[in-house]
């Protein structure tokens, strides 16, 4: 048989190789970038279009290139920064591949101009497709322009994978920020088709910050510094009280490059222990020196990982640098950050009475219910103390009964109170007297029903209900909104207010009035009904977080996205305790909803116990 193994042609390894280092237009910009810093460069331009996909550009005025150079940076494992294994311990620059511009150039479109400050004239050099296509002498200002424009156009399958705009877009702030964020002597504009979303003037680290993060102002942030042998540590870290739900404004920077490490993050949360809310996130902003020799960054191709020497030792000084800040600045949680969530119960109920706005569940959704079962109420509308209970009770019961036993039994159903009271009592002194539904550590309802008992998970339950009126809400585009009286105006990064932007629509189809949505900041008008003033800066950042790792495509789950988000954000949370109203409330309308049974989230909204299954408890 004849030899069957063949080396690869150069530009098919490099377009192989390239799917590594380039992963989408972001990964383009952090190496551009990372470029231009490493050449010195006072003054950083980028400029993008459409997310990336059709061009991104990156104008340095630094060190340039020679003609030669110029030529042989697009050669893989070409660099100018390590000559031998052992500089790779002695790393001060972010590049030492040399793969970056030979796989971009093997993938896209890139024009190159440079001139090093010594000559009277720069290069200009095309390449398509890791192809030469022209290099010509050109009267160019100092430094260097990278333009690289159709990335992917010759990997068809890479191009259809990348996701939306807003999400590619998202990625290259979020290499943007890290790489301005290390180095505030710097100058860093970015443009994106157009306009200028940010322009960073040289300034101090935490002056970058504030500038980087639109409502990180001066008095949320904490200094930490910290001076040992091993490790030098300064940066910024943000007061409890305005830790996020999300993992958005944590940065550890080594020796200026953007690391991620989640033992550095254990450390940094073993310090916050005892003053953060469960789940919630504080900014972190840090700045480690240690001595070159003692890390190892090149265990992973992009970069972001490296190993320390002494792990052990950078979490303890961490750890103790960062309880120091808290205890200096003396940061204790505010009063508001802990407080009891009866306070806000999304119900509002200690305040509300008949005039509460009426949520409209659509109860004919349900397969099971006829003319006569339909509950007559909804969750909040109110009836004082003449809420007719033997209208509405079987109705419910029936419901949930039609879900798991033959039809024809709903007609047999009823309470077993009622059953007693027509024997014991007269109809009205029933009324009074007997409870149906109990209220068991806060958490579950519990209230009889024929065969046994039926136990209710408030929160899941009231997920559920919530989940189905924002849906019905968003598609059928009738939401109510409850005006504010005074707008409140919240502060977002950029990437949040284009999620905003994107979402705008459909989330003032759940009730939101959006009075402006600025640059840094949105002013909101109006809130869905049943929320609170006070929720709706959890709601919206939860939100935004779930959404990090994009918007859904289709609008329906995008929809479905946001309505299960919010139901989940506004639910009345385990440990919130309800009245007797609520309680039922609660019950009548999880059981008028479309798929009682399970939360939004798949988990069971009730169980039931049958006299059968008790029996057996008390061995009969
Ligand atoms: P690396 O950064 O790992 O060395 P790259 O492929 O990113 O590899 O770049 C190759 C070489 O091209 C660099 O080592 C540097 O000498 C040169 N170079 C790249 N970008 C610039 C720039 N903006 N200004 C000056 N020289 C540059
Ligand atoms: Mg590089």
Redesign the pocket.
Known sequence: MSSIIQLLPDHVANQIAAGEVVQRPASVVK??L???V??K?TDIKLIVKDAGKSLVQ?I?N????SIT?SR??FERH????IRQAEDLFSLH???????????IAAIAHVEMK?RQEQEELGTHIVIEGGKFVSQEPAVLPK??S?AVKNLFFNIPARRNFLKSETVEQRHIVDEFQRVAMAHPNIHFTLYHNGSEMYNLPISNFRQRIVNLFAGKTNEKLVPVNEDTEILKLHGFIGKPEFSKRNRGEQFFFVNDRFIKSGYLHHAVMAAYEGLLKDGAQPSYFLYLEVPPHTIDINIHPTKTEIKFDDEHALYAIMRSAIKHSLGQFNVAPVLDFDRDPNLDTPYQYQHKTADFPTIQVDRSFNPFANENDKPAKSFSSSSGSSYPKHEAQPAWESLYVGLQHASHEIAEMSFENDAVSSSLFEETDIEQEVKRTYQIQKKYIVSPIKSGMVIINQKYAHERILYEEFLTSMTVHQASSQQMLFPLQLYYSSAEIELITELKSSLENTGFLFEAINEDNVVISGLPVNTAESEISIVLEELLSDLQDGIPDSSFSQNDTIAKSMARSLAVKTGTYLTEKEQENLVHNLFACREPNVSPFQKPTFITMSVGDIDKKFSL
Do not use: Y
Request: proline content about 0%.
């Open positions: 190496e551009l990372e470029n231009a490493d050449a460069a990156v340095d630094g060190l340039g290139m150079d042989l940076c070409a660099t100018s920064k620059t972010k590049g030492f591949r040399g793969e970056a511009l030979a796989s440079t430094g260097t990278f």
